[in-house]
């Protein structure tokens, strides 16, 4: 015999028709707002996270502080004078003329280091050269996560009083990728406050291996290099002057040297950490053709010109690593990675150069924790 | 650093809280509805009820994870361990131990116990932590 088909959910019992309509209100309920719900699930998300970073923010100026009253040995507290600095700001300069907008970028930028420089100095009057290197790379991350957090707080608030969906998207989209920066600055305050070598410093410490030994000389501002004749070549090595929290200005040590040197140069090879993608090893080494430098683009633009001045090929070298190894301490493959690009480096100069050359390598990158 | 209370502090998820009195309520109400349902032989019945306990029990369980991954309290920054390696370039000797500030790569650091050489630090880096092998 067939069975009659029963009703789902079956309406017999008081609670079935109970149940049946707080099923059809919640089905109403989603349906008119179903967006809000989304706002809100989304502006709760947003909010945790906002509570992470604000956390972490606070956590920068605090070890600030403390690596200030500690490095520094101030007569008062540092703390106000913190404060100023993590509010500070940098506008770039109008790009509506674009030609010139380079040297005007430098200026600013050397106005705005050499500021940084005396604040750090009157905060921490007791530290050594390198600890207040140090200090300024800790108080620039401290910068970083302050900027990170109000601009997701903008976000979040905005979202709050407007309820708009595609605003709370915007933010809550781009979380996941912020979140991977913000957890990096935040693993610099380790580095930067004990002065351990970071994954940015993967070419200067390339560059200090091949110059270890060797006289070295400053040739532009925090940059030192050394003559080192190899294989019946000449190799000019320069890096950013250690082991305090230094990039220096690579850009005008190339131009100075090929000033000196002229046409006797016949290559130009930069070691740079440069971002891996998802599903690259870390420490891996790729060979390349043009200028391997981060930063704004000033130096990047100096190696360039001079370069196409002087009609010199521009090689490059990278070692690979993950954003969130940039400014965090060096990983192990990093370093083991650094002698694989020193072998990358001695090929490179042997194929593509002759006796009687000379070539100059360039090790960019931070060179916190690494001498020279 | 000002206006630092636009973001509410971290409290007690009462919200949720209250949610999850009531779906649990609904669900323990279902599951004896539905134990109820089995005993009178009302078979359809006894599986809608049951599922639908089930399904608020899920909710439960669900919500609960969520507020749980919200407040639970992380270390806020992981502390990474960093490890100095020291070499001696006359006897090869070789010593680890854990980083001290002032430490930097090619620093000439203390005598070796070997030879009248000076350890100089080779290596600085972040100790790897070992991972659990796949089967």
């Known amino acids: 015999m067939l069975q009659q088909p029963s009703q789902f959910p ?58 200030i009253r500690e490095l520094g040995k101030p007569d008062r507290d540092p703390t106000p004078e913190v404060e100023r600095f993590l509010e500070h700001f940098f506008i770039q300069p109008v790009s509506l003329d674009p030609a010139g907008i380079v040297w005007k970028l430098e200026q600013l930028l050397n106005v705005r280091e050499s500021k940084f420089e005396d604040e750090v100095k009157a905060m921490a009057p007791g530290a050594s050269e390198s600890e207040l290197n140090n200090l300024e790379n800790l108080l620039e991350a401290a910068l970083a996560l302050n900027v990170y957090y109000k601009v997701i707080r903008h976000f979040y608030l905005l979202g709050k009083k407007t309820m708009n969906l595609y605003i709370i998207m915007q933010i809550h989209m781009l979380l996941p990728l912020l979140m991977r920066e913000i957890e990096a600055y935040s693993a610099a305050l380790q580095a930067f406050r004990e002065g351990m ?43 950013a002057k250690g082991p305090g929290g230094n990039v220096g200005k690579p850009g005008d040590a190339i131009r100075n040297i090929l000033r000196e040197r002229g046409k006797e140069v016949k290559a130009i090879i ?32 100096k190696i360039e010109e001079t370069a196409k001045e002087y009609d010199v090929p521009l090689y490059a070298v990278a070692v690979k690593e993950d954003i969130t190894e940039v400014v965090a301490p060096m990983p192990s493959a990093l370093f083991d990675a650094a002698d694989k690009a020193v072998e990358a480096i001695r090929r490179l100069i042997l194929e593509r150069t002759s006796e009687g050359d000379t070539v100059i390598v360039a090790g960019i990158g931070n060179t916190i924790g690494i001498a020279q | 650093m000002s206006s630092e209370g636009a973001i509410p502090s971290v409290g007690f998820p009462w919200g949720t809280f209250i949610a ?15 134990f109820e349902a089995i005993a009178s032989g009302r078979t359809e019945d006894a599986n809608y009820y049951i599922l639908l306990g089930s399904t608020g029990f899920a909710a439960m369980g669900y919500m609960i994870f969520r507020s749980r991954v919200t407040t639970m309290r992380k270390p806020l920054i992981p502390r990474v361990e960093v490890v100095t390696t020291l070499e001696c370039p006359k006897c090869g000797f070789k010593k680890v131990r854990g980083f001290k500030r002032g430490d930097y790569v090619f620093k000439e650091d203390e005598p070796c116990p070997n030879c009248d050489g000076i350890l100089t630090i080779t290596r600085i880096h972040r100790r790897e932590k070992k991972r659990k092998a796949r089967r």
Do not use: H, N
């Open chain 1, 10 to 67: 079956p309406p017999k019992s008081d609670i079935g028709v109970l149940v049946q309509i707080i099923f059809s209100v919640a089905f109403l309920l989603y349906l008119l707002y179903a967006q809000r719900i989304q706002s809100i699930t989304m502006l709760k998300q947003v909010e945790g996270t906002l509570r992470r970073v604000k956390a972490l923010r606070d956590e920068g100026r605090r070890v600030s502080i403390e690596a």
């Open chain 1, 197 to 239: 070598p970071i994954g940015d410093g993967v070419g200067a410490l390339v560059a200090a291996k091949l110059m270890r030994g060797y006289e070295k000389r400053e040739v532009a501002k925090d940059i030192v290099a050394a003559e080192i004749p190899w294989e019946g070549r000449t190799l000019i090595v320069l890096k």
């Open chain 2, 20 to 34: 999850v009195i009531i779906i649990g309520a609904f669900s323990l109400l279902s599951l004896y509805l539905g």
């Open chain 1, 270 to 301: 930069t070691v740079d950490a440069a971002g891996k993608l998802e599903g690259e090893e870390t420490g891996s080494v790729a060979e390349g053709i043009g200028a391997a430098i981060g930063g704004v683009g000033v130096e990047k633009y």
